[in-house]
């Protein structure tokens, strides 16, 4: 593990961002780029913001936060992202193609040694990883929202990852503050197809009026403890994330129980896509 000293990630949105921030406050170099104009700039003032009110709340120094911010770096593609690093994580958007796509160029550029991470939170990391001539060098590393909060890191491991990479993935997760749980390649995981499981069944619930989105949600925060109820959990990872982990695990299982809600359909459709538009089960302010 100490051997890792640079880490890309590609993609900069909700949890690129984030990944790149663990990264560096764990002392690594990182470089984080996407292939949006601007978003590079945009995931690095966040992690600026985020590292500011960890200054303001005492959780840690403005030298720390300073040495954090020097370790941070745009890229403007993949290629310059990726060449030299020795773990690449990638944090684009849900979309099995356009991951295989990226992939692909990432094994063209990428080290050797370095080891490919998807951060999908519920495709298929075989499917992937063959898109490269290095299976056994892809794994999955699950993180969650917020990441820097977050305690959580999934590693998912295929038939055909190394167990020297499913080792170096739980060490690096630990070195970035996280507690990693390995699990098997399969639909949705152990967390997402928890998590959608409950969420979608919470939905069903408001369309039927068994109770209002917010005590829906206190159910769970007040009778189970769950930090945060699954309804706004839907609005903080995002409807349309929600939606299309549905509807993958709706084909890939054919369990009706995935079938996503007439209310998930329509929310998604009007555009009201949680806490990121400010309007989804709930209504936020803006940031």
Sequence with gaps: ???????????????????????????????????????????LARVRKNLDGAVERGKTTPAERDAALARLVTA?????????????????????????????????????RALLATNTSSLSVAVIAAATARPARVLGMHFFNPVHLMKLVEV???AGTAPASTELAVALARRFGKEPIVVRDSPG???????????????????????????????????YNHPVGPLRLTDLVGLDVRLAIARYLHRAL??????????????????????????????????
């Design 1 to 43: 593990m100490s051997d890792v000293t640079t880490v890309a990630v590609i993609g900069a949105g909700t949890m690129g961002h984030g990944i790149a921030q663990v990264a560096a406050q764990a002392g690594c170099t990182v470089r984080l780029a996407d292939a949006v104009p601007g978003a590079a700039a945009r995931g």
């Design 76 to 112: 403007d593609a993949v290629d310059a992202c990726a060449r030299d690093a020795d773990l690449i994580v990638e944090a684009v958007p849900e979309d099995l193609d356009l991951k295989r796509a990226l992939f692909a160029r990432l094994d063209a550029v990428a080290p050797e």
């Design 156 to 158: 998912v491991t295929h």
């Design 189 to 223: 995981f152990a967390s997402s197809r928890l998590g959608v499981a409950l969420g979608l069944e919470a939905m069903r619930m408001l369309e039927e009026s068994v109770a209002s989105a917010e005590d829906i949600d206190r159910a769970m925060t007040l009778g």
């Design 254 to 287: 054919g369990d009706g129980r995935f079938a996503p809600p007439a209310i998930l359909e329509r929310l998604v459709a009007e555009g009201k896509l949680g806490r990121k538009t400010g309007q989804g089960f709930f209504i936020w302010p803006a940031e």
